[in-house]
């Protein structure tokens, strides 16, 4: 937005200069120009809340009710990491705990909640024909 306003700021005080032939009322070229530049940003801004969507922070909590991949040998109540997918096709290994037997390296788990305060997921067991973010075959 800064760029916008020196391209305007610097425009109105060329034209400006170049049709204004008193000296005297050379003087107000920059105030216009600086007035010119304020409007244009401001127009610019409005423009932008209008037209661009908000931008979508990705949180922890984005990955509650996605399934992941166990990538440790196994996860208990105090131990484990898992591989999940987020919507833009990027991986991220994070924390899981369980309180369920049967979850080894490279078994299918469903992400069900998150502890902000021990910050991992708690994931149960998933049968990963079920995944709807599975990309088809």
Request: net charge positive; hydrophobic share 45%.
């Given at each position: ?115 902000a305060d021990g910050e991992f997921f708690r994931v149960a067991p998933f049968d990963s024909a079920l995944d ?6």
């Open positions: 937005m800064v760029s916008t306003g020196i391209v305007i700021a610097w425009f109105v005080a060329l034209t400006g200069d170049a049709l204004i032939d008193h000296r005297w009322l050379r003087v107000a070229v920059l105030p216009a120009a600086l007035g010119a530049a304020w409007v244009g940003i401001r127009v610019q801004r409005r423009l932008a809340h209008r037209f661009l969507p908000p931008e979508r922070v990705p949180s922890r909590e984005h990955f509650v009710g996605r399934v992941c991949v166990i990538r440790t040998s196994r996860v208990s109540a105090d131990f484990g990491q898992a591989e999940v997918t987020a919507d833009d096709g990027s991986t991220a290994t994070v924390q899981v705990r369980t309180h369920e037997a049967g979850l080894v390296s490279g078994s299918h788990a469903l992400i069900f909640d998150y502890d709807p973010h599975r990309p088809a075959v």
